[in-house]
C-alpha cells in the first residue's frame, strides 16, 4: 500500500513538474525579423564587422533592409536578390 502511494505521488510529482516546464518554454517572448535585424546591424557596427545588404527590394512595410550601393538601411522594403556585405 505504501508502494503505491509513493509511486502515485511520484507521478503526480513528475506531471506537475512537466506542465510547468512546458508553459514556462510557451511563455518565451519571441523576436521579430526586423528586431533580430537591428540586433546583428548594431551588434555588427561596434565590433567594427560588417552589415549584410541586398542588391534590390520588394515592398513590404513591416520589414527593413540594407541596400548594397549605398550602405544604407532602407525601411518599408523587404531584401532581395543578390546578398551582399556592407562594411563599417
Known amino acids: ?27 518565451k517572448t519571441k523576436i521579430s525579423d526586423i528586431q533580430l535585424a537591428n540586433i546583428e546591424a ?15 527590394a520588394t515592398r513590404n512595410y513591416n520589414r527593413a533592409y540594407v541596400d548594397c550601393g549605398s550602405c544604407t538601411r532602407i525601411e518599408g522594403w523587404k531584401g532581395t536578390g543578390t546578398e551582399g556585405v556592407c562594411r563599417k
Open 42 to 56: 548594431l551588434s555588427s557596427v561596434e565590433t567594427g564587422g560588417s552589415i549584410p545588404c541586398f542588391s534590390s
Open 1 to 27: 500500500m505504501k508502494t503505491k502511494a509513493l509511486f502515485v505521488i511520484v507521478m503526480l510529482l513528475i506531471g506537475a513538474v512537466t506542465c510547468f516546464s512546458i508553459s514556462m518554454n510557451g511563455s
